[in-house]
T-cell receptor, first 117, second 112 residues
Framework: GAGVSQTPSNKVTEKGKYVELRCDPISGHTALYWYRQSLGQGPEFLIYFQGTGAADDSGLPNDRFFAVRPEGSVSTLKIQRTERGDSAVYLC???????????????FGPGTRLLVL | DQQVKQNSPSLSVQEGRISILNCDYTNSMFDYFLWYKKYPAEGPTFLISISSIKDKNEDGRFTVFLNKSAKHLSLHIVPSQPGDSAVYFCAASERGYSTLTFGKGTMLLVSP
């Protein structure tokens, strides 16, 4: 079956612009996660959705970052007033149930490579 | 502060030999540990995991060992194959929380 897909695969923008990154999880997966991987680092947690609601947004670095999942499937990560330090690979993952089922496998998409000039 | 540490940025091994990748953690609340493998331009893919109630889990050529008292885990790949060349991430989660904390990764190069 189809895995997690992310669009666009690459995004180049200018400092100060607004960007939207899209994630399409595996069909039927309730839990959806966003991570950010900066150069030379491992993925860092940003936000986690259980269904339509953000169950944990403690990883969002500041209020320029926002994410939605209005129908409990596709999610959009939104970054306002982009800065050069936002340049990274943004990874999306999904799992079947999430929450207290913390031993579930998370399936990752290929990521969106964001470059802020 | 890094709660999951992979102190070796890279490792080179010859085909057929054993690869040992190491990971240390500082958070005593971590209850579940995973290894993910990542090829360039792809997302991480799950490899193997271990619960804190076990000290070893094996899946084919891959074995993960957990030493809770030392807060240390390792991934053994035997025998190593050139297709194993990738970046390996150690990750951990706390009981009841599904979000993952990752290490910085170790790049494994298996030469023929």
């Amino acid at each position: 079956g189809a895995g997690v897909s992310q669009t666009p695969s690459n995004k180049v923008t200018e400092k100060g612009k607004y960007v939207e990154l899209r994630c399409d999880p595996i069909s039927g997966h309730t839990a959806l996660y966003w991570y950010r991987q900066s150069l030379g680092q491992g993925p860092e947690f940003l936000i986690y959705f259980q269904g339509t609601g953000a169950a944990d947004d403690s990883g969002l670095p500041n209020d320029r970052f926002f994410a939605v999942r209005p129908e409990g499937s596709v999610s959009t990560l939104k970054i306002q007033r982009t800065e050069r330090g936002d340049s990274a690979v943004y990874l999306c993952a999904s799992s079947l149930i999430g929450g207290s089922n913390y031993q579930e496998t998370q399936y990752f998409g290929p990521g969106t490579r964001l470059l802020v000039l | 502060d890094q709660q999951v540490k992979q102190n070796s940025p890279s490792l080179s091994v010859q085909e057929g030999r054993i690869s040992i990748l190491n990971c240390d953690y500082t958070n005593s609340m971590f209850d579940y540990f995973l290894w993910y493998k990542k090829y360039p331009a792809e997302g991480p893919t799950f490899l193997i995991s271990i619960s804190s109630i076990k000290d070893k889990n094996e899946d084919g050529r891959f074995t993960v060992f957990l030493n809770k008292s030392a807060k240390h885990l390792s991934l053994h790949i035997v025998p190593s194959q050139p297709g194993d060349s990738a970046v390996y991430f150690c990750a951990a989660s706390e009981r009841g929380y599904s979000t993952l904390t990752f290490g910085k990764g170790t790049m494994l190069l298996v030469s023929p």
